[in-house]
């Protein structure tokens, strides 16, 4: 299946090869780009590629080549300054694309698809606390590029690698069985947190409490059951209170893999024993570790540990063995991970490499920040999740306080919605390599690129088509749009199905969250310059609006925010 546009470059991209065959004996890639102005068309050719084939200035090529093209979906053609810019043409777009759209409805933009198996993983957060705003971020991303990952056609399994007995949780199972405490916290994790901190500050204080701590990581990684049952009871809790945040912002983890259970099958030391048979293989007072100097590793981080003297495996060895396990489980892997694991990341991927394993694709991020400063959960400066969300709804009630009188259950309900999709708009919305410090002016903004302004534009087509009271009719024969926003703003919809796959293949939803933006402010261009009911053009202009609707609604729920059909 293709969509309007994407038969409509198909055709230009193939007249182009086709002509500049003939023309030039040129038979390189031909590379279209997407004009920012749009009276340089929907698309354009840059002849620079062919000028010394053809021994012709670019611009003597665009004007052989413009006059060449033709097709039932190219309008007309312009050479310009060494472009060949193509336009759409509008009426067939307008005669094919609602229709196609409305019948669609929720799958309008999606793939066919493509069987093929996507393992996503995200979040993985070490179960002894809250997440905080600077982890936040990780969710966020790896939901949304599994939501289009499965809406481009791929069949998605999203996964929580749990560090269930690692030094983090061995700290939080020893303060819940040594502290009296009384936290005043209603979630589990906020008051796990408490004893996770003051555990740690008595380790490191108290060298008696360190020992015993030391001793718990030791036979929980020598993969002990009863231990293993102690630090289970210990995170379960933080666990479930990591899960309702996740929720508040429409998230949910489809598996959770225990890191144990490679220790436990004897995976970790299948692959402890092929890795030393390396020749990279080498050990440092019993411990083992591969030496990858020769793979642009640099000063120390050129060892990179398997094991401890003592035998017990790392938690980078146990996540080889879960990414060996992972490659059998899916087609493609996908990572999203902290700058911060850049290093570990990659000592990984070499690892798998020796072991003929396929390496996955990891989206590294930058972390979210507030202008308080740094964070840090270990020693208690920090901003937790359900903190800014929490704020979030608050100043989001505020707003819809001042904007309508409606019933307090219904304002609370949309405030909800409105103030965790404003936290989540605003971190997804910005490309993951960039830090992002975290501005409420900007995040609940109804008039700049944010969410409520994405979300009150859906609310204004359901009110628009609630007014009207009757299902728009696709009919191709009443399907005449003659105005410059009608037209601009089915262009803009039609660009849905392109985005969705330029995000997939860049494995960013920055893009989405920008076009989300875009389709908002056309629509409310098109309603500022366009009467819709009362007009003599009404019939089209309520489906060119319920085309809106369901494109909106589609990005929204990509995005993993709540479309609103009253705000």
């Not at 893999?257 to 299948?270: H, K």
């Not at 996540?319 to 990984?348: F, I, M, P, S, T």
Request: charged letters at 30%; one cysteine or more; glycine letters at 6%.
């Amino acid at each position: 299946m293709e969509y309007p546009y994407q038969r409509f470059r198909r055709q230009v991209a193939d007249q182009v090869a086709e002509m500049a065959r003939q023309r030039y004996g040129y038979t390189g890639d031909i590379k279209l780009e997407e004009p920012v102005e749009a009276e340089m068309g929907d698309v354009a050719f840059p002849c620079f590629p062919l000028a010394a084939r053809a021994k012709k200035a670019p611009a003597a090529i665009a004007d052989e080549l413009a006059g060449d093209i033709s097709g039932e979906w190219i309008g007309h053609v312009e050479a310009v300054n060494g472009y060949v810019n193509c336009f759409i043409d509008e009426k067939r777009l307008a005669a094919r694309l609602p229709p196609q759209v409305l019948e669609m409805d929720e799958r309008y933009g999606a793939g066919e698809s493509r069987r093929e198996s996507v393992i996503v993983e995200h979040t993985s957060a070490n179960p002894n606390g809250p997440l905080h705003v600077g982890r936040g971020r990780n969710p966020m991303l790896g939901d949304t590029l599994a939501r289009i990952f499965r809406f481009a056609g791929y069949d998605v399994e999203t996964q929580f690698y749990l560090d269930d007995m690692g030094k983090q949780v061995a700290i939080l199972a020893w303060g819940l069985e040594h502290l009296e405490l009384a936290p005043d916290a209603a979630k589990p994790d906020h008051r796990s947190v408490v004893f996770y901190q003051e555990a740690n500050r008595r380790m490191e204080e108290d060298a008696q409490v360190g020992e015993a701590i030391e001793e718990l990581i030791r036979h929980g990684e020598q993969g002990d059951m009863e231990t293993l049952e102690r630090m289970e009871a210990a995170y379960r809790p933080v666990l479930d209170g990591i899960m309702q945040t996740l929720s508040r912002i429409n998230i949910s983890i489809d598996s959770f893999i225990r890191e144990s259970r490679f220790v436990l099958d004897g995976a970790v030391s299948d692959v402890i024993d092929r890795l030393s048979e390396t020749s990279y293989a080498a050990r440092d007072d019993d411990a083992l570790y591969l030496d990858l100097s020769s793979f642009d590793i640099h000063g120390r981080n050129q060892k990179f540990y398997l094991t401890r003297r003592d035998g017990t495996s790392l938690y980078a060895t146990r996540d080889v063995a879960y990414h060996l396990w992972k490659g059998r489980q899916a087609d493609r892997l996908v990572n999203v991970l902290g700058e911060d694991h850049r290093l570990e990341a990659r000592q990984v991927e070499i690892a798998l490499s020796l072991l003929d394993a396929p390496s996955p694709l990891s989206v590294f991020y930058s972390f979210v920040s507030m202008p308080e400063g740094k964070m840090s959960t270990r020693r208690g400066r920090v901003v937790y999740l359900d903190d800014l969300l929490d704020e979030a709804v608050i100043r989001a009630y505020r707003e819809v306080q001042k904007r309508r009188n409606l019933p307090e259950e219904q304002a609370r309900a949309i405030a909800e919605k409105v103030g965790t999709g404003a936290v989540r708009y605003n971190i997804l919305k910005v490309s993951p390599e960039k830090a992002i410090t975290f501005r409420w002016e900007e995040a609940l903004n109804f008039d700049g690129q944010s969410a409520p302004f994405i979300q009150y534009a859906y609310a204004r087509c359901c009110s628009i088509l609630g007014k009207a009271g009757a299902s728009p009719d696709a009919g191709e024969s009443t399907l005449v749009f003659g105005h410059e926003q009608e037209t601009m703003l089915l262009k803009t919809i039609a660009r849905l199905p392109d985005v969705v796959e330029q995000c997939r293949e860049r494995c960013s939803p920055a893009g989405l969250a920008e076009y989300a933006h875009e389709l908002a402010s056309r629509f409310n261009g098109f309603y500022r310059d366009c009467r819709v009911i009362g007009d003599e053009n009404e019939a089209a202009r309520l489906v060119l609006v319920e085309a809106t609707r369901v494109t909106l609604h589609n990005v929204l729920d990509l995005l993993g925010i709540s479309p609103l059909p009253e705000m």
